[in-house]
């Protein structure tokens, strides 16, 4: 006996109503048409916040390179200005010793303050 009806194995009559099975076959899909669409709207929601996230994020990364292109170019500066000055104090020695007392001088302030501020 074939049957076109695949989920019931059987088909309607011409005419008759649904019986109670396929009438309760009928509700179980409805209600899991409704779960299924409620979790499809859960999914839709979370897809948009997953998408607005990952929007922050590259405009974050963006930014961060900006920083680091023009720390970059300050760092090239500050090199190129610490080759002159070595090349200017090696035909000054003296300049240099100043300039490395000075620095220790202005390490030593620095490390005495914070050392006082910390124990206080």
């Known amino acids: 006996m074939a049957?076109?009806?695949s989920w019931s194995g059987r088909r309607p009559?011409?005419?008759?109503?649904?019986?109670?099975?396929?009438?309760?076959?009928?509700?179980?899909?409805?209600?899991?048409?409704?779960?299924?669409a409620g979790k499809i709207s859960q999914l839709k929601s979370l897809t948009v916040e997953i998408e607005g996230e990952a929007r922050n994020h590259n405009r974050y990364l963006d930014d961060m390179q900006g920083d680091f292109e023009g720390t970059s170019t300050l760092l090239?500066?500050?090199?190129?200005?610490?080759?002159?000055m070595v090349s200017s104090a090696s035909q000054n020695p003296?300049?240099?010793?100043?300039?490395?007392?000075f620095i220790l001088i202005i390490f030593?302030?620095?490390y005495y303050t914070v050392g006082r501020a910390i124990s206080t």
Do not use: H, P, V
């Open 3 to 5: 049957s076109n009806n």
């Open 13 to 36: 009559m011409a005419g008759s109503n649904y019986t109670e099975t396929d009438r309760m076959l009928e509700e179980e899909n409805n209600r899991q048409i409704a779960g299924l």
């Open 76 to 84: 090239g500066g500050s090199s190129k200005r610490l080759k002159s």
């Open 94 to 101: 003296r300049f240099m010793c100043y300039l490395i007392l």
């Open 108 to 110: 030593f302030i620095a």
